[in-house]
Nanobody, 120 residues
């Protein structure tokens, strides 16, 4: 069972940048769907960005043009580059891996989360 560990969170002023990393304990396959979610206090967890393959990505409207999701399958790592950060980006950020293996068994794996705080 693969495990995920996020890093790179912290505190930054509005307009600043952070780069989150999500390291997997095992191999990441090109067929794995990987994503970043976030959860602010009092809010539900929401999808931020998703990588279906190394070339196919999705972003929620509020982060388009500011965030970039990428993955390096050879390094078993996914990234989230966050630029032009806003106070409303403050949340705990989680990485997620969704895998379907031959036979139909599915794995839905979550990291422990990393805090991002945007404040002046």
């Amino acid at each position: 069972q693969v495990q995920l560990v996020e890093s790179g969170g912290g505190s930054v002023q509005p307009g600043g940048s952070l780069r989150l990393s999500c390291a997997a304990s095992g191999n990441i396959f090109s067929t794995d769907v990987m994503a970043w979610y976030r959860q602010a206090p009092g809010n539900q967890r929401e999808l931020v960005a998703r990588s279906l393959t190394t070339a196919v990505t999705f972003y929620t409207d509020s982060v388009k043009g500011r965030f970039t999701i990428s993955r390096d399958n050879a390094k078993n790592t996914m990234y989230l580059q966050m630029n032009s950060l806003k106070p409303e980006d403050t949340a705990v950020y989680y990485c997620n891996l969704f895998r379907t293996v031959p036979g139909g068994l599915k794995y839905d794996v979550w990291g422990q989360g990393t805090q991002v705080t945007v404040s002046s």
